[in-house]
């Protein structure tokens, strides 16, 4: 029972493999297809990475139309950029790195000022992204989630969205944001005690009401 159990594992994970393999064929073709100035292949990479872009932007910035924007420069940099970008650099460490840069250059200018949770918000929320959320108890731990989220210091903030919404290994991780691996991986550590800390409190707040 132990071997079958073990060639199932294999099986799987074989089939995973075929899977990603496919995809990164899928993806080189259509960024030749880029290259070539192609709209239908701009279009499939605006679909593709402009919701995971909102929400990883709209995390950092706190405003949606400073995301918005910052989305169209996004794509706009990578139009201008395609002809020289590296193929040893995955694509996905790629734009999420201009986008991460955006939102670091936009912070900069704005570091004096707060950044305020708003009601506009509240869909873009991680938790309701993933469609975990279908009641207003829902809706309420999506938007606690979103403000624990917003309270990490940046550094943080990008490392845990890099990893859960981009989907980049720690090394990628690492290597867009100029760190070693053992930061990338404590930064991550300590966001997701904050992140459990918060709502802990918040839950520990509502049964003593």
């Not at 994970?13 to 064929?25: A, I, S």
């Not at 706009?76 to 955006?102: C, M, P, T």
């Not at 989220?149 to 845990?160: A, D, M, T, Y």
């Not at 918060?198 to 520990?204: A, M, S, W």
Request: aromatic share 8%; charged share 35%.
């Amino acid at each position: 029972m132990i071997c079958a159990f073990k060639d199932k594992v294999g099986y799987a994970r074989l089939g995973l493999e075929f899977v990603r393999n496919d995809m990164e064929r899928e993806l080189s073709e259509i960024i030749e297809d880029l290259k070539k100035g192609r709209k239908a292949a701009f279009n499939t990479i605006v679909l593709r990475y402009q919701d995971k872009l909102f929400r990883i932007l709209i995390h950092l910035v706190g405003d949606r139309h400073e995301a918005e924007d910052m989305i169209q420069e996004t794509f706009v940099r990578v139009i201008r950029g395609i002809r020289n970008y590296d193929h040893r650099e995955k694509f996905d460490q790629w734009i999420f790195s201009i986008a991460n840069h955006l939102a670091c250059d936009h912070l900069r200018r704005k570091k004096n000022r707060p950044r305020v949770y708003t009601e506009d918000m509240q869909s873009f929320s991680i938790a309701e992204q993933n469609g975990k959320c279908s009641g207003l108890e829902d809706k309420e731990l999506s938007d606690m989630i979103y403000k624990a989220i917003g309270s990490l210091p940046i550094e943080q903030r990008q490392v845990f969205l890099l990893r859960e919404e981009a989907e980049l290994t720690f090394q990628e991780i690492a290597e867009l944001l100029g760190i070693p691996l053992n930061t990338a991986l404590g930064r991550m550590h300590y966001a997701i005690e904050k992140l459990r800390s918060q709502l802990k409190k918040v839950y520990q707040g509502e049964n003593d009401v």
